[in-house]
């Protein structure tokens, strides 16, 4: 494939070009206007010659719109683009296609495809795009619109399959915890499928995810048990610092001397204090530490 890249396209202002086959025109008329009546002769030739050529100009005629380029061809070779608002005039046997530079805004289908876990799940994404190139979206692909469209699916499907839909683990990424960093991964995978089509993906983020139907119950259910896992993990951990702090504390203030039986006994009882889901109930020891 040839590499093509942007360039910018010879033209010049359509008024002054405008103004100046006006004044062909009228040198023309006043060629015609001198020889009436007489034969064809050197007068009549020019003048006819300033008519072709005042009519040859009008196809070079182009209007450029805000956020819009013009790809230009000549005999299919491309010649350059011009991105400058306003009425312009260039070579009339060349080629203009015209190239939205706006912001396009795709909103994907909900694709079905397996998570990192090989669990079903749904999922969409927003792509925010526009051409920065405008020879290599009109010449390196068929289509750049809908190559936009084609790519961005497969990079989100390609996406979901690297990672779990959830996950109770801090140390690894999942679709539904570390939205900004898996929409940043979306931006780069996209971003380097449409190199080759010249467009910048300015943002990309995922609009829908779910479970398939199919077992959104059955993981709703795990997710639940996993969250329930999850804090259980945290509460024995904080409870056993807890109670590792408050030992060490007892012996290097010398309130009270405990032997090993009587610390395992203290350990047990903050530790049901501490994890149990009902609320503990003291008992009042009136008598000594080994009554």
Known sequence: MINIQEKKAFSVSGWGMLILVLALSAAALLLFLGNEGEKFNFKIGAGIVLVLAAALTGPG??????????????????????RLPGFHWTNPFTVKKKISLRIGNL?????????ARGNPIEIAAVIVWHVVDTAKAAFNVENYKNFVAIQSETAIRQLATHYPYDCHDAEHESL?????????KLRDQVQERLLVSGVNIVEARISHLAYA??????????????????????????????VDMALKSLEA???????EEKKAAMVNNLLVALVSENEATPIINTGTLYA
Do not use: W
Not at 107 to 115: F, P, Q, R, T
Not at 176 to 184: F, K, S, T, V
């Open 61 to 82: 005629y182009f209007v450029v719109h805000p956020n819009e380029a013009k790809v230009i061809t000549f005999v299919g070779k491309y010649v350059g683009s011009c």
């Open 107 to 115: 909103d994907s289908e909900k694709i079905k495809v397996n998570d």
């Open 176 to 184: 539904r915890g570390n939205a900004d960093a898996i929409a940043a």
């Open 213 to 242: 139907p199919e077992i959104a119950q059955v993981m709703l259910r795990r997710q639940q048990a996993e969250a329930i896992i999850a804090a259980r993990r945290q509460i024995v951990d904080g409870a056993v610092g807890m």
């Open 253 to 259: 203030s010398g309130v009270v001397r405990l032997d």
